[in-house]
């Protein structure tokens, strides 16, 4: 089936409510907050997912679907911390799958969850253009005023792991841009508008080439634990836990390792 990203929503609850309104992953139908076959099993899992699980989720969507025809799998990319809000506010879904167990926290915080897994771990690296003309070689260079830098903002996941990564190198960076999730800050370097970013790992591989990545040691200090949970009232019911438990298991695990991502 051929996927279809859900649009961005607005925080805003009637806004969020507007999901039934959506259309998604080739079914072709409107999107339900519990659309269900006639002998009651769920026909769609809404799944909320960090930005930076874009491709991996989106290719083990697709093995689910084929393992269980007639069931189509939506996907809400973005924001962990934006995803969290959304699900507070009231949007439907079924499981999320965070950047950061804070951002999870958000969550089970407000309403019920089942146990969180983690089930990755993403570590940043500095990303640059192939032809890095501003010659970075270290995170020490992103301190020049010169070097014109894009940083995830730092109530995101992988803003608040740059945060953590510069304090332990001691130093300081002005960013030129503060961006709402990894791939908008991604996008930056791939269109030349700065001279490099901190991104993730598994987002410079998924670039394929667009950009180059240069690690650096302080990003051990700063690596994210990714944990997946279903929602207490997931419309989807018993399909979001199987949607989950495809994620923990090997062929999860190695679809995942794969683009990057390291074990827990």
Wanted: glycine share 8%; with cysteine.
């Amino acid at each position: 089936m051929v996927f279809r990203r859900l649009s961005r929503w607005a925080i805003a609850l009637p806004v969020v409510l507007a999901l039934a309104g959506l259309t998604g992953c080739g079914s072709g139908e409107p999107a339900t907050s519990a659309s269900a076959s006639a002998g009651g099993e769920a026909k769609e899992v809404t799944v909320f997912a960090a930005a930076s699980l874009t491709g991996t989720f989106t290719e083990l969507g697709k093995v689910f679907e084929a393992a269980h025809p007639g069931t189509t799998v939506r996907f809400n990319f973005g924001s962990s911390a934006t995803l969290a809000q959304q699900i507070v506010q009231g949007a439907p879904a079924d499981v999320f799958a965070a950047a950061s167990p804070a951002t999870m926290k958000t969550v089970s915080d407000a309403s019920p969850a089942s146990s969180p897994s983690t089930f990755v771990r993403n570590k940043l690296q500095i990303a640059v253009p192939a032809d890095n003309p501003a010659k970075v070689d270290d995170l020490k260079d992103l301190t020049d005023t010169k070097v014109k830098v894009a940083l995830c903002a730092e109530q995101v996941p992988c803003g608040a792991a740059a945060v953590k990564a510069l304090d332990a190198a001691g130093l300081k960076v002005t960013p030129v841009t503060l961006e709402q999730d990894v791939k908008a800050t991604l996008t930056k370097v791939e269109l030349g508008e700065v001279d490099a970013a901190l991104v993730y790992k598994t987002d410079v591989i998924a670039s394929a080439g667009k950009v180059r990545g240069i690690e650096f040691p302080e990003a051990d200090q700063a690596i994210n634990d990714y944990p997946i949970a279903t929602l207490a009232k997931a419309p989807a019911g018993a399909a979001a836990q199987q949607f989950v438990d495809l994620v923990l298991s090997q062929q999860g695990k190695d679809v995942l390792t794969k683009a990057g991502f390291e074990a827990p």
